[in-house]
């Protein structure tokens, strides 16, 4: 956090790395430090030039002071904008990874958000509870008539499976308007006797539909449960 938020730390820093880059060229490490500074320290590409320019200096100055070693400060190279930003989207940057872990954390808070709003909603629930019946019409005495107050999310729909259809392992759930449109709902609850739905107050104007509920045997075929359920939204 600090290298990515103060400029002065970031200078510190760069003079650590400095010195240390010079302090591996004059020897001084011990041979598990130098191999770990070989591992880990000189992966990085700005590290290793570091390392280099100051070989580079330091044979020079042997060479023309008769081998005696002179105390010759490293230059401090100032990465480019570009290399900077290289470094920062590096693995092996500090600054890569604090990224990499805000962005997890910011994609995971995102993805559960989303979820607990999958999950939440919708809150305020409708209920009617319908009977099969053999008619091909929702209009008489079998057309169950549903009311939704308003601050309603969404109908649940009970519905009684005839005892005669089954057994199935699982059921699809159609809402089909007076036009012939079909809407899968989803089915919240499931038993052998009955099966209840949710509908969005957004598919259920005011008007007649009806329901078809299709079991699903244990070989995966489907079939239509005979009758259809009816209602009608007032």
């Not at 909603?121 to 009311?147: H, K």
């Not at 079909?182 to 006797?193: D, G, V, Y």
């Amino acid at each position: 956090m600090r290298l990515l938020t103060k400029p002065s730390f970031v200078e510190e820093f760069d003079t650590i790395v400095d010195e240390i880059a010079d302090h591996y060229v004059r020897g001084a490490f011990e041979a598990d430090e130098r191999e770990r500074l070989e591992q880990y320290f000189l992966r990085s590409g700005e590290r290793r030039f570091k390392a280099q320019f100051a070989s580079v200096l330091l044979d020079h100055a042997k060479a023309t002071r008769g081998n005696k070693v002179v105390e010759v400060p490293t230059p401090v190279k100032r990465p480019t904008l570009f290399e900077s930003l290289l470094a920062f989207l590096s693995p092996q940057s500090p600054g890569f990874k604090f990224a990499t872990t805000a962005a997890v954390i910011l994609l995971a808070v995102t993805i559960g958000y989303i979820g607990y709003r999958g999950w939440s909603t919708p809150q305020n629930f409708a209920f009617i509870e319908l009977t099969v019946s053999s008619s091909d019409r929702g209009t008489g005495p079998q057309s169950q008539p549903l009311q939704i107050a308003p601050g309603t999310d969404a109908v649940k729909i009970l519905l009684h499976v005839p005892a005669q259809s089954g057994p199935y392992q699982d059921y699809q759930v159609e809402l089909v308007t007076g036009d012939g449109a079909k809407t899968p709902l989803t089915i919240a609850e499931r038993n052998p006797q009955t099966v209840t739905a949710v509908a969005p107050v957004n598919l259920l104007t005011p008007g007649s539909y009806a329901v078809q509920l299709t079991g699903i045997k244990t070989d995966g075929k489907q079939e239509r449960v005979p009758g259809t359920y009816y209602l009608t939204v007032q």
